[in-house]
């Protein structure tokens, strides 16, 4: 897939965390895309959806012939996912610090409503810098909004940063955290299958390729 080398980096940095979700992790198929009962993967980094579209296509939600012309006129997978042309998009993202907001209030709507789902949400570290992830985090961990899982790519993009490490901003909080290497799939699998009874954030790690 080419035609927007300026987020190719954006993509390959969650390439890894988004396969292993999709594949051993989430409990979402193309046949359950509106089961009130599945889990939901909101794609907060949606500026960079090239590895999302890739997958999703592998696993099905999407064919795999809409990748050939993406980011064309009439192409329905743009430089940003929109929820209402994407089968299995849950929300239409790519604004910085939109998806953890969101995802909380999806948790905390699949709680009112009795579903097993359910939330996991993918962030960039340089979206935490946005103040309403702030406010998120804190609301998450005070409803103890324990159904919402809450990965961090750490490609060391941040501008501000967070003493002590980005696991430390949400640990403060109240929540579980994690810190991973975002390329080791086991690591990977492990984190975010590990139980936890509160709000939880899995920080990986990924090496700045250039």
């Known amino acids: 897939m080419s035609g927007d080398e300026k987020h190719e980096w954006a993509a390959a940095s969650t390439l890894d965390v988004l396969w292993v979700l999709y594949d051993k992790v989430l409990n979402v198929t193309p046949a359950t895309a509106d089961d009130p009962d599945r889990d939901r993967f909101l794609l907060s980094k949606g500026h960079g959806p090239m590895a999302y579209y890739a997958v999703l296509a592998e696993k099905g939600f999407i064919d795999e012939s809409t990748l050939d012309d993406w980011t064309s006129w009439d192409s329905p997978l743009g430089q940003h996912p929109d929820r209402v042309l994407v089968r299995g998009a849950e929300i239409s993202s790519g604004s910085l610090g939109h998806g953890l907001p969101i995802a909380v209030g999806t948790a905390i709507g699949q709680r009112i409503a009795g579903s097993r789902g359910r939330t996991f949400v993918l962030v960039g570290d340089g979206e935490l810098d946005e103040g309403s992830n702030h406010e998120a985090i804190a609301v998450a961990a005070r409803l ?29 909080e109240g929540w579980q955290t994690a810190e991973i290497d975002g390329r080791d799939h086991e690591a990977v699998f492990a984190a975010l299958t590990a139980p936890h009874d509160r709000p939880y954030a899995v920080v990986a790690k990924i090496e700045r390729s250039y």
């Open 144 to 172: 103890e909004v324990a159904n919402l899982t809450t990965i961090v790519i750490d490609n060391q993009s941040a501008m501000y940063g967070w003493p002590g490490g980005i696991a430390r901003r949400f640990a403060v």
